[in-house]
């Protein structure tokens, strides 16, 4: 009896040893900087058995998360790797996911290739939200924006989303504080508008992220 559990075990960890992909690193830390829209994520491996290894599903834990599709058969000895696009716009701080990926030979229990991205922030305005109420007159209003990464980053544009919000930037210390001055058009009621304001891009980045100011008039 206990040498057939013998004979069971060693057979079971001999099917482990002969076909199964080895990762150099099952857990990636990052960091981002404040203006980076996406960034591109990968994790080597090797089959360190002498079997295929068929690769058929990966999974992430965040549609933020974009892992390379399609199925793939990894030779003997073969090394390889998966690469994901990590979708950062409109995130900040510490995020934390993962991949789960899928191979003929663990369908039960697959690999898991955790991820984590700190995305630190930049430019936060003195008030979230702008907000004038229909008792009050149609006076201009600024907001600071001070910028808290430890690099500049200049502010070159302002694009209101509606026509009838003028603005005005003004720079009171370059890459690092901004007044942007609002002021609605006469008459304009019940209006949800936003402010864009687009940075001046790393040169490495061909489309950095920008920033926004919301506005409300009741």
């Known amino acids: 009896m206990k040498t057939g559990l013998i004979i069971s ?8 040893v002969v076909a199964q992909l080895e990762w150099d690193q099952e857990f990636i830390r990052l960091k981002a900087h404040p ?28 549609g933020c998360l974009v892992p390379q599709k399609g199925p793939r058969t990894v030779a003997p000895g073969e ?6 696009e990590f979708m950062l716009r409109g995130r900040s701080g510490k ?11 663990n369908a039960q229990v697959p690999y898991r290739l955790d991820i984590e991205v700190d995305i630190p922030g930049s430019y ?42 003028r603005t005005e930037l003004k720079t009171v210390k370059p890459g690092f504080e901004y007044d942007l001055t609002i002021t609605p058009e006469p008459g304009v009621k019940n209006l949800r508008a936003f402010i864009r304001l687009k940075p001046e891009p790393l ?8 920033f926004k100011v919301y506005v409300f008039v009741r």
């Open 95 to 105: 995020q934390k996911k993962h991949i789960l990926v899928t191979t003929d030979r």
């Open 79 to 84: 090394s390889g790797s998966i690469t994901a």
């Open 124 to 165: 936060l305005p003195s008030v979230k939200r702008v907000i004038w109420e229909r008792a009050e007159t149609y006076e201009s209003r600024t907001v600071r924006l001070t910028n808290h990464y430890h690099e500049p980053i200049n502010l070159i544009e302002v694009l209101p989303s509606i026509g009838t919000l």
């Open 35 to 62: 203006l980076q829209e996406k960034m591109q994520i990968e994790f080597n491996y090797r089959n360190v058995g002498d079997q295929p290894v068929k690769i058929v599903r990966m999974d992430s834990s965040c």
């Open 9 to 16: 075990l060693v057979a079971f960890y001999a099917v482990r």
């Open 203 to 210: 040169s490495e980045m061909q489309k950095p992220r920008d």
